[in-house]
């Protein structure tokens, strides 16, 4: 994070002013993105657990669909299959919440359309369709999640250099502006004070 130029700092009392004023707003700023990131890290947390948790479902759910759609296959082939898929898509519907300015996908639902108008091939057709119907729902869910969990990440990295940028270099940078300043400001006092004293001190002898 680059500072500004030391020609911008105003001399004398003006240059003062100037420091403190962008030192409560720098100050200000930490607070705020201290508070962002405090709310923010559960909440990846929360979402990196979830996340996992997901992603077994996912797996669980994609192993029993695997397993009923092949009994399904080996029972009627995959003329059975075929006569069970349905004609119109599934359509996935997200469900979205801002947290701290980041829009995340909370949750995620599917429609599913219809059933096939043909009857069941044999009895492994429904529960296999039953099976695929939550695997895709699972899988759904977890790229809403994995979405959340990278929009987090994200929005965590750049609220932690943002921070990092203003405690490390903004602020240090500020304080040791002031104190020069401060320094230069009662070195002029005492000259003053004893440019004062010395035309007195003229002024009395003549």
Known sequence: MSMPALSRVPPGRAGRLWLRRRQAVAERGRAQLDRKLRILLPQQQSQRMRASRLEQQCADTWAEARTWVLRAALLGGEDALRSAAPVDEAQARVSWQVVMGVDLPIDADVHFPAPSRFPAANAAVVPATDAVRRAVLAAVRLAAAEEALRRLDAEVGVTRRRLRAIETHWLPWLEAERAR??????????????????????????
């Open 181 to 206: 300043l401060e320094l230069a400001l009662e070195q002029d006092e005492q000259d003053d004070g004893l440019r004062l004293r010395r035309a007195a001190a003229e002024g009395g002898t003549r």
